[in-house]
C-alpha cells in the first residue's frame, strides 16, 4: 500500500504562487503514475495534472495549461505542483494520488491511492 501526504497549500492573493508537495511513502514510488486533483465546495473532484513516472510526460487541464507545471523527485520519493498566476477560481482541496496501471490518466477512478488533500485559497 502507498501513503501521500500532501503539504503546501495556503491563503495567496490573486497573481500569487504556492508550491504544492506530496510525499510518498514505500520503495515503489518510481512505479507509480502521479496525479494531481482539485474539489471546490459543490463540485466534483477534476483533474489538474498527471505526471508518468521517470518525468517524460506531463499533462494538464487546460484551466492550468501555463500556469502550473508538474513534477517529481523519484530519489526523495515527492511530486510537486508549482502554482503561479493564481485566480480566485483556483480555491478549491487539491490532493495527489498514485496510479500503477494507467498512463496518463485525467480519470479519478483510475487512482488507487490518495493524499488526505491541502487546501488552497485564493483571495481576489
Known amino acids: 500500500q502507498g501513503q501521500l501526504v500532501e503539504s503546501g497549500g495556503g491563503l495567496v492573493q490573486a497573481g500569487g504562487s504556492l508550491r504544492l508537495s506530496c510525499a510518498a511513502s514505500?520503495?515503489?514510488?518510481?512505479?507509480?503514475?502521479m496525479g494531481w486533483f482539485r474539489q471546490a465546495p459543490g463540485v466534483e473532484r477534476e483533474f489538474v495534472s498527471a505526471?508518468?513516472?521517470?518525468?517524460?510526460?506531463?499533462y494538464y487541464a487546460e484551466s492550468v495549461k501555463d500556469r502550473f507545471t508538474i513534477s517529481r523527485d523519484n530519489a526523495k520519493n515527492t511530486v510537486y505542483l508549482q502554482m503561479n498566476s493564481l485566480k480566485p477560481e483556483d480555491t478549491a482541496v487539491y490532493y495527489c494520488?498514485?496510479?500503477?496501471?494507467?498512463?496518463?490518466?485525467?480519470?479519478?477512478?483510475?487512482?488507487?491511492?490518495w493524499g488526505q488533500g491541502t487546501q488552497v485559497t485564493v483571495s481576489s
Open positions: 494520488a498514485a496510479n500503477t496501471e494507467v498512463p496518463m490518466s485525467k480519470l479519478s477512478s483510475d487512482y488507487e491511492y
Open positions: 514505500g520503495r515503489t514510488f518510481s512505479r507509480w503514475r
Open positions: 505526471i508518468s513516472r521517470f518525468s517524460g510526460t506531463t
